[in-house]
Nanobody, 115 residues
Framework: QVQLVESGGGLVQTGGSLRLSCAASGIIISNNAMGWYRQAPGKQRELVARVTSGGSTTYVDSVKGRFTISRDNAKNTVYLQMNSLKPEDTAVYLC?????????WGQGTQVTVSS
């Protein structure tokens, strides 16, 4: 059974930082592409950052230079370091694992950036 458990969200002021964690079980993250998505009220879910099994990373333009995706294979955990946060970053952040069988999602963690 695959489980993705996110943590690290919260309330932060503009310019602050947060680090999100996604602890995976039932899969080996280094064998799969892992991503962080976000969904704000009334908006479509968007891909924020993604790391492939080979270690290549991609980011949505709005977070380039501010967010960093990484993984700790020993802990089977993916991270999203978010710096210089802006109010427009406010959303539920969800972890995603792309496997050969299907795509798996975590339950999400709320990030709120106050102005």
């Amino acid at each position: 059974q695959v489980q993705l458990v996110e943590s690290g969200g919260g309330l932060v002021q503009t310019g602050g930082s947060l680090r999100l964690s996604c602890a995976a079980s039932g899969i080996i993250i280094s064998n799969n592409a892992m991503g962080w998505y976000r969904q704000a009220p009334g908006k479509q879910r968007e891909l924020v950052a993604r790391v492939t099994s080979g270690g290549s990373t991609t980011y949505v333009d709005s977070v380039k230079g501010r967010f960093t995706i990484s993984r700790d294979n020993a802990k089977n955990t993916v991270y999203l370091q978010m710096n210089s946060l802006k109010p427009e970053d406010t959303a539920v952040y969800l972890c995603n694992a792309e496997t050969w069988v299907k795509s798996y999602w975590g339950q999400g963690t709320q990030v709120t950036v106050s102005s």
